[in-house]
Structures are given as structure tokens and as C-alpha cells.
């Protein structure tokens, strides 16, 4: 047999395929009240609900919510606005109006029997986002690529049901929430991949105070669709979707194992069905849920009673206005123009009040070293924070960044050594007062003048003592050198700047 002929027969790997993944991403945004009605969500002011497991079922509602006779839907201004806000920073179109869609279904989770949902007219379309694969290497940042987003729409969230022995209990608390659906272009090429997706979104969307997105808290939602193809090809083949994927490693796992099994059925002669699946995180595996035929008709039309919305070109450019760095450009200018760090930069720029106090430092002080500074926040403040008690971690926290700008630069200008640049910052951050008054009230101050120094260090070296020590280091013994250093400090009441001292001994022994 020829080799062309053994390579047709042999059965592809799997290494033949590549997964071709698209995501929905469901997102609770970061707005007091729900989406069509003044009922409380999880984010406020001082009535913040930080944990909605913590409120009794059935509290966060109002006769819109559970569509009493004659409540009326009302948008809520802000939760357009932070879908806008998404769309600018996701450089997506904002179409100049958007309209709400009923979806119809009947199931207790909804008490309107309807969600409302953008089908035809979404707040956003198109757009995209960067996303860093592979773990960086070494120093560097990671390999990048941008995923296109379709669009982007605003809908409510649902209720919760759970199903308890011979019955199920709802809970409409979550019901009516402001929800955006993010769904992406099937850009995507592995598990990984769809992971570093779910990861920069959080990381916009946490930047720019949209969502906070904790999957844990249901917050952040994921159903991943999934088809395989050999590789080269440009065809999307038939995929199957898997749906409420509720961690990055459900997400992750649940895209391997479905793209393992699309390729054994491919394999195997059989064809890959459209349709539905769960994922069961306990067995590892995707199961059937429905299929094409029995899909659902939803029988969409344009809500009556909420007007389709305007988004003027005036808003849009206000709301730009109020948008922050994207994560990545940041964490590209803070390599490139401080010279950060990778590894400082990635604990600087998911923390976006961090890099405003790192700069913030940097502006009241534009002469200091960013790498000193960013050291001492690395360092000192993260550090400080971490051992805080929940009391007394408060933000902004009791140093100033003008403070912490002067201690780096006390640090680097040798006024104080880097020992005593802890110290001071501990006392710092302990008492709020500022570097140079700690420095002056402990005395710490080194003393830099190099004529003081010289003359100490010519005094000392005019002792008689001192004439084996020097002959002793001129015949090669280095350490003969520190026997002198000794009473040298001693004479500067221990405030010689130690590497003055160093430099100029020699210079005098050596000009001798
Ligand atoms: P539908 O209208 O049925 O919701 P869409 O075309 O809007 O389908 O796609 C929904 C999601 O599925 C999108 O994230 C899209 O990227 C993804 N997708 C579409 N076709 C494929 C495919 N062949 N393989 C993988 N993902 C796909
Ligand atoms: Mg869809």
C-alpha cells in the first residue's frame, strides 16, 4: 500500500477536529432596582443586599414584578445606560432605538407567562472583545485575540424555583432583574479560550461598575453552544447548545466533554442532532434535554405596553464620557510606560480603585520612580489591607498616595533606607500621618551631605587604629574595610548614609 493510501485509512485523531464554540453570557447588572420596576435588585445604596441568599424569599418584589392586574412595566433609565455603556466599551454599534420583544412560554418562573426581551432590536450590535490566552510567559503578557461579539440585549432575569419532595417552592426575588445577553461571534476555539472570554468580560465589566459577576452568586450565567469541524475547514457544522452553565470549570468542562463526544459520534458514522443539553457536573457529562422538533415557539411580538427607546447621539457620547481604561490597554501602557512588571501589573489592573491610587500616587509626585511606587503598594499597602481587620479595612485606605509618593521617593533619594521605608509605611498606615513627619520625629533621616561624611570618615581613618585595617584592605582583604566602617557609623550617631560611606572610604584609601 502506498503512503498516500495508509494515510486515508488510518482512522483521524481527534487532534483532526477543532471545536468551533460560541457563548451566551447572562449578566445581572449592577442597578438598584429592577429592569421594568422600582422593586429593589441586589445592588443599592445604604439598603445594599449583598447576598440575596440572605433575604427571605418573595421580599424583592412589587405588583410589577409579579404582574398584578394593571402594573404597568417602566424602563429602568440606568440599566440601559450600563448596556450602552457595555456596547462603547465593547466598541459595538448602538443603534438609535431599541425595543422590547415578549417571549412567551408558560412556566412558574415568570409570573407574566412572558420575559421581556430584545429580539430584532438589541441595544447593542456587533462589537468585540480581547481576550489573553495561554498563562503568560515569564515576564510578558500572554498571547492575545479578539472574539467578535453579535450583540448584546437587554431582557429580565427570572425567578428561582426548587423542587422540594412532592413539590416545588418559587422565589420571585430574582425575577424582573436586570439582565444583559452577551452573545459572541462562535470565534471561539477551545475550552481555554471560552474561559479567557468569561474572565475579560469580568474584568470590563467589573472595571467600568456595570456587573460585578460572580458566578457563584449567579450573577454571570453561561450557555456555551459547541460543533466541531476538521481542521482547515470553514464550515459551521451542527451544534448543540448546553445550557445555565454556572462556573468557568462547568463551562470549560462541560465544552470538552461535548466536543469529545460530537467527534466519537462523527467518528462512529453517525450525525451530530441540533439540540439542547445539560451538563451534570457530578457525572461529567452532557445529556439530552430537547431536541430541534420539540424546541419551543415563543411566538415573539413587540411588547405594547413599553414604547421602543430612543438612545441619542448626545447620550451616547455622555456615557463614553464615563468610561474607564479597558483592562488590557492599562496593563499594555503600565508595562510600557512605567516599566511595571507583569506579574505587579496583573495584581494592579483587575483592581481598578488600585490603579487609580497607583496613579493618583504617580500624579502627585511626577519626579517619583512608578516602579518604587508600585512596590510599595504591592508590597506595603496590599500587604497592610490583607492583615487589616474587617474594621479597619477601609478604602481609600489611611495612607494618602501623596504620601506614599513621598516615602518612595524618601526611599530612592537614600534619605532612608529600604528597611526604614517599611517601617515608616507600617506607622503610616497605622497612624495616617505622613512619610517626612515620621521620618523627622524618629529620626531616621540618613545623612546624605557628603561633605559631613568625608570629614567623619577622614577623622576616623587619622586614628592610629585605623592603619592595619586600611593596610590590610589595600593587600586585598575586603572585609578589613567594615572594621573601619564600624566607628564610622558610630561617629555619625548611625545616620551616614551606608553607601556614601562605602563609596567615599574607598575613594580616600585609595587617593592615600
Ligand atoms: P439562535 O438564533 O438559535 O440563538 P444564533 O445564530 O444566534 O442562534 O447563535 C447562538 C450562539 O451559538 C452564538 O453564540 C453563536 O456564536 C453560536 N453558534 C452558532 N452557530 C454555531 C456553530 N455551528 N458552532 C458553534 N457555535 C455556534
Ligand atoms: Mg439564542
Same mark, same amino acid.
Not at 477543532?18 to 422593586?39: N, S
Not at 512619610?435 to 567623619?456: F, H, M, P, Y
Given at each position: 500500500?502506498?503512503?498516500a ?17 460560541g457563548l451566551e ?21 445604604t ?7 440572605a433575604?427571605? #424569599?418573595?421580599?424583592?418584589i412589587?405588583?410589577?414584578?409579579l404582574a398584578?392586574p394593571g ?7 440606568a440599566a440601559?445606560e450600563q ?12 443603534p $438609535?432605538?431599541c ?37 503568560p ?5 500572554g498571547?492575545?485575540?479578539?472574539i ?6 437587554l ?5 428561582k424555583l ?5 413539590g +416545588?417552592l ?8 436586570a439582565?444583559?445577553e452577551? /452573545?459572541?461571534?462562535?470565534d ?15 474584568m470590563?465589566l ?6 460585578d !459577576? ?7 450565567? !453561561?450557555?456555551?453552544? /459547541?460543533?466541531?469541524?476538521?481542521r ?7 451544534r448543540?447548545?448546553?445550557?445555565n ?15 469529545a ?8 458514522g453517525?450525525?451530530?442532532?441540533q @439540540? ?17 422538533e420539540?424546541?419551543?415557539d415563543y411566538r415573539y411580538?413587540p411588547d405594547?405596553d ?5 438612545v ?9 464620557a464615563?468610561?474607564?481604561e479597558?483592562p488590557f ?11 511595571l512588571?507583569?506579574?505587579v501589573?496583573?495584581v ?6 488600585? !490603579?487609580?491610587?497607583? @496613579?493618583?500616587a ?7 520612580? #512608578? ?20 474594621a479597619e479595612?477601609t478604602w ?11 516615602l ?5 533619594s ?8 517599611? @517601617?515608616v509605611?507600617?506607622?503610616m498606615?497605622?497612624?495616617?500621618? %505622613?512619610a517626612?513627619?515620621?521620618?523627622? $520625629? ?7 551631605d557628603?561633605g559631613e561624611?568625608?570629614?567623619i ?9 585605623? %592603619?592595619s585595617a /586600611?593596610a590590610?584592605?589595600? +593587600? ?12 564610622i557609623m558610630?561617629? +555619625?550617631?548611625?545616620?551616614?548614609? #551606608?553607601?556614601?560611606v562605602d @563609596? ?5 584609601i585609595?587617593?592615600?
Amino acid at each position: 500500500m502506498s503512503d498516500a493510501a495508509n494515510a486515508a485509512n488510518a482512522a483521524p485523531s481527534t487532534t483532526a477536529y477543532e471545536h468551533v464554540i460560541g457563548l451566551e453570557i447572562h449578566v445581572q447588572l449592577k442597578t438598584r432596582a429592577k429592569v421594568f420596576a422600582p422593586a429593589p435588585y441586589l445592588y443599592g445604596g445604604t439598603d445594599v443586599v449583598k447576598d440575596p441568599k440572605a433575604v427571605a #424569599p418573595n421580599t424583592l418584589i412589587d405588583p410589577v414584578v409579579l404582574a398584578l392586574p394593571g402594573a404597568l412595566p417602566v424602563l429602568n433609565r440606568a440599566a440601559l445606560e450600563q448596556s450602552v455603556r457595555f456596547g462603547l466599551l465593547t466598541k459595538a454599534q448602538i443603534p $438609535a432605538v431599541c425595543a422590547w420583544d415578549r417571549k412567551n412560554y408558560f412556566y412558574p418562573d415568570s409570573p407574566k407567562n412572558y420575559q421581556l426581551t430584545q429580539k430584532d432590536r438589541p441595544v447593542t450590535l456587533g462589537g468585540e472583545v480581547e481576550i489573553e490566552l495561554a498563562g503568560p510567559a515569564r515576564n510578558i503578557m500572554g498571547e492575545h485575540k479578539v472574539i467578535r461579539l453579535n450583540h448584546a440585549h437587554l431582557e429580565e432575569d427570572v425567578g428561582k424555583l426548587t423542587h422540594a419532595g412532592s413539590g +416545588s417552592l418559587v422565589d420571585y426575588n430574582r425575577a424582573g432583574a436586570a439582565l444583559l445577553e452577551i /452573545v459572541t461571534e462562535p470565534d471561539l476555539r477551545s475550552s481555554a479560550e471560552a474561559a479567557a472570554l468569561l474572565d475579560a468580560l469580568r474584568m470590563l465589566l467589573v472595571a467600568a461598575g456595570i456587573a460585578d !459577576c460572580d458566578m457563584e452568586k449567579g450573577q454571570m450565567r !453561561c450557555d456555551a453552544n /459547541v460543533s466541531i469541524r476538521k481542521r482547515g475547514e470553514t464550515v459551521l457544522n451542527t451544534r448543540t447548545e448546553m445550557k445555565n452553565l454556572n462556573s468557568i470549570s462547568g463551562v470549560k468542562n462541560a465544552i470538552e466533554y461535548e466536543a469529545a463526544r460530537q467527534i466519537r459520534e462523527v467518528e462512529a458514522g453517525r450525525t451530530i442532532r441540533q @439540540e439542547t443539553r445539560g451538563w451534570n457536573a457530578e457525572t461529567g457529562r452532557t445529556y439530552p434535554l430537547r431536541g430541534k422538533e420539540d424546541a419551543h415557539d415563543y411566538r415573539y411580538f413587540p411588547d405594547p405596553d413599553l414604547m421602543p427607546v430612543k438612545v441619542s447621539e448626545e447620550d451616547v457620547s455622555r456615557l463614553a464620557a464615563t468610561l474607564p481604561e479597558r483592562p488590557f490597554d492599562r496593563q499594555r501602557r503600565y508595562i510600557e510606560q512605567y516599566k511595571l512588571p507583569f506579574t505587579v501589573t496583573s495584581v494592579f489592573v483587575p483592581d481598578r480603585p488600585l !490603579c487609580e491610587y497607583f @496613579e493618583a500616587a504617580l500624579a502627585a509626585a511626577p519626579t517619583a520612580n #512608578p516602579q518604587s511606587v508600585a512596590n510599595l503598594v504591592a508590597n506595603e499597602l496590599l500587604g497592610a489591607l490583607a492583615a487589616a481587620t474587617a474594621a479597619e479595612m477601609t478604602w481609600p485606605p489611611p495612607v494618602a498616595p501623596a504620601q506614599l509618593a513621598a516615602l518612595a521617593q524618601l526611599a530612592d533619594s537614600g534619605a532612608i533606607s529600604k528597611q526604614q521605608a517599611r @517601617e515608616v509605611f507600617a506607622e503610616m498606615f497605622a497612624t495616617g500621618k %505622613g512619610a517626612a513627619a515620621i521620618v523627622d $520625629a524618629k529620626g531616621l533621616r540618613q545623612n546624605s551631605d557628603t561633605g559631613e561624611i568625608e570629614d567623619i570618615i577622614r577623622s576616623v581613618l587619622a586614628q592610629p587604629a585605623s %592603619g592595619s585595617a /586600611v593596610a590590610e584592605f589595600k +593587600s586585598g582583604n575586603e572585609k578589613a574595610l567594615n572594621s573601619l566602617k564600624g566607628p564610622i557609623m558610630k561617629a +555619625s550617631k548611625g545616620k551616614a548614609n #551606608p553607601k556614601l560611606v562605602d @563609596e567615599i572610604l574607598r575613594q580616600l584609601i585609595s587617593a592615600a
